[in-house]
T-cell receptor
Framework: DTGVSQDPRHKITKRGQNVTFRCDPI?????LYWYRQTLGQGPEFLTY????????KSRLLSDRFSAERPKGSFSTLEIQRTEQGDSAMYLC?????????????FGPGTRLTVL | QKEVEQDPGPLSVPEGAIVSLNCTYS??????FMWYRQYSRKGPELLMY????GNKEDGRFTAQVDKSSKYISLFIRDSQPSDSATYLC???????????FGSGTRLQVQP
């Protein structure tokens, strides 16, 4: 069990560019979540997958955001035409359904800075 | 009104003190209650999980839930400098998988 990993850990981009983040969940975890956290705030839910199906999306997930989990393993989160307001820490979490508590385990996050 | 209210701190205590962290919530659908700890520039890690009113103890940590008052607390006994972090309360309702977090309380334990 190597934990949830995210890549890259830091990303600096210019406004208007596209960025893509990757999340590798704990092996055998079938649920995967994306959250966004800004300075001084708690994480805010963006979206959730069970296996490869995207089952829930927050209204925070605008049309510029797209998430995929094509084979039910790793996931990518893409932000198109980045804006300065997208600067935040993007957190991924995973959990195992049917495990009782369905505890969400978080990765270290990808810190995005949009200049 | 925010769904979850949490005092941002910072809360500064001497080593060995008992720490009390609190959250209030407004959504009656919240059925599962969690406390996460987050060190600077790291992801949150789960400390405590409970789904019923009452107390749950794990080592130096005790989580307390009062559903009638919509109030949860985390107590840390014999606090250590290594406990210095931001503590986030989190909730989940039965119909969804998304966690709703408080804004976090920053705790500093002085040696």
């Amino acid at each position: 069990d190597t934990g949830v990993s995210q890549d890259p850990r830091h990303k600096i981009t210019k406004r208007g560019q596209n960025v893509t983040f990757r999340c590798d969940p704990i092996s055998e975890h079938n649920r995967l979540y994306w959250y966004r956290q800004t300075l001084g705030q708690g994480p805010e839910f963006l979206t959730y997958f069970q296996n490869e199906a995207q089952l829930e999306k927050s209204r925070l997930l605008s049309d510029r955001f797209s998430a995929e989990r094509p084979k039910g393993s790793f996931s990518t989160l893409e932000i198109q035409r980045t804006e300065q307001g997208d600067s935040a820490m993007y957190l991924c979490a995973s959990s195992l359904s049917g495990s009782g508590t369905d505890t969400q385990y978080f990765g270290p996050g990808t810190r995005l800075t949009v200049l | 009104q925010k769904e979850v209210e949490q005092d941002p701190g910072p809360l500064s205590v001497p080593e060995g003190a008992i720490v009390s962290l609190n959250c209030t919530y407004s959504n009656s659908a919240f059925q599962y209650f969690m406390w996460y700890r987050q060190y600077s520039r790291k992801g949150p890690e789960l400390l405590m999980y409970t789904y019923s009113s009452g107390n749950k103890e794990d080592g130096r940590f005790t989580a307390q839930v009062d559903k009638s008052s919509k109030y949860i607390s985390l107590f840390i006994r014999d606090s250590q400098p290594s406990d210095s972090a931001t503590y986030l309360c989190a909730y989940m309702d039965t119909g969804r998988r998304a966690l709703t977090f408080g804004s976090g309380t920053r705790l500093q334990v002085q040696p």
